[in-house]
């Protein structure tokens, strides 16, 4: 097995802590040899010996198909390590790729930080002892919270958020499916952070996907919130993809007390005005946009794992009570959510 030094051709690695879908696209796309997991949580304490060659973790590496449904000429070179086929007929890409585990987190020079929002801040409190404190860390989460959190808690690092619109989705463990091409923006959270955006955003962009620098990255991320909290719990209580909401009678009973309550929450918090209708317009044009996907609340519930309703509808609540103003709606939603 090839050493992190060896891959990396003696200079730093990016290391992606969160192997779930949205972990597993910037891997495939980053160069393989500078790109690593971090192990899962229950064999991070063995990172703080030696791990000889005669005693590898138990999962050596990661290995997964990728499938992009993009035109032949449009997709990017070098997906991990491995090989590519296409077919003629569907245009899909597929990718055979390994990406191995990290045995250790002393050369990372950026980590991704792909985990559940939930899961975030105890994964890094274990993590980030073990890595440079002048490593730039990129937060992955959806919806709002747990970003604060771990900069309030590494106010002296490096840390940035990013949002994107990548959609990406497993059907299987072993298969990943790259469901929409879209648009990723990253700015800094922390002081230390600012002046590493650009070249954060300069080694992102070497997968082919569109990356951007954000000067104003929690309004970008207030603006994600504010879709996923009009489309993904309904999915969920549903079990429907994103654009059969629309019609559903649950969705269009509240979706207008949900934008009002928005509308009240953003001004309060960011003194942004922006009315509901405008909101609710821009929650349904992501639905048609993105109607046969399946969101990660859906995909969540589906596959018994606990949801992120805390940090999108359940976030809203917890600033209405901040402000003073009530989130009847976002209330309900997220208790139902919380009870499937």
Same mark, same amino acid.
């Given at each position: ?6 891959? &990396? %051709? ?14 597993? @696209? ?14 899962? $949580? ?28 993009? $035109?032949?000429?449009?997709? =990017?070179?070098?997906?991990? !390590? %491995?090989?590519?086929?296409?077919? $003629? ?26 985990? *559940? ?6 994964? @890094? ?10 490593? $730039? ?33 497993? =059907? ?35 997968? %082919? ?6 000067? !104003? ?6 603006? !994600? ?15 429907? =993809? ?15 007390? @949900? ?11 960011? &003194? ?33 794992? *606990? ?8 976030? @809203?609540?917890?600033?209405? !009570? ?19």
């Amino acid at each position: 097995m090839m050493s992190e030094d060896e891959r &990396s %051709g003696g200079g730093g690695v990016i290391a992606i802590l969160g192997a779930g879908s949205l972990g597993r @696209l910037w891997a495939a796309l980053l160069p393989s040899w500078l790109c690593g997991f971090l192990p899962r $949580p229950e064999h991070a304490s063995r990172l703080g010996r030696s791990v000889s060659r005669q005693e590898p973790l138990p999962e050596a590496r990661c290995e997964y198909v990728l499938v992009r449904s993009v $035109p032949p000429s449009m997709a =990017p070179q070098g997906f991990g !390590k %491995g090989f590519l086929t296409a077919s $003629p007929d569907s245009g899909d890409i597929r990718s055979h790729v390994i990406i191995h585990w990290l045995q250790s987190a002393e050369n990372v020079e950026l980590l991704l930080v792909t985990t *559940k929002a939930g899961d975030t801040l105890a994964a @890094l409190e274990d993590w980030l002892p073990r890595i440079p404190v002048s490593t $730039p860390v990129i937060l992955f989460q959806n919806g709002l919270g747990s970003q604060q959190a771990v900069a309030e808690r590494w106010p002296g690092r490096p840390i940035l958020a990013a949002s994107t619109t990548e959609g990406a989705n497993r =059907p299987s463990p072993d298969v990943l499916v790259h469901a929409g091409a879209g648009d990723t923006w990253v700015g800094a959270l922390t002081a230390s952070a600012a002046h590493h955006t650009a070249s954060v955003v300069q080694q992102l962009a070497e997968t %082919g996907l569109r990356v951007h620098a954000e000067e !104003k990255i929690l309004q970008r991320l207030w603006q !994600k919130l504010v879709v996923n909290a009009g489309i993904n719990p309904f999915t969920a209580l549903l079990d429907c =993809p994103n654009g059969d909401i629309l019609g559903s009678h649950l969705y269009q009973q509240n979706i207008d007390g @949900l934008c009002s309550e928005i509308s009240l929450l953003l001004h309060a918090e960011t &003194s942004e005005a922006v009315a509901p209708e405008v909101l609710r317009e821009r929650i349904e044009t992501v639905a048609r946009n993105t109607a046969s996907n399946t969101s990660s609340m859906r995909a969540d519930v589906l596959a018994g794992r *606990k949801t992120e309703i805390d940090f999108i509808n359940g976030y @809203l609540v917890h600033c209405g !009570k901040r402000h003073g103003i009530a989130t009847p709606v976002n209330q309900m939603l997220t208790e139902q959510v919380q009870g499937l």
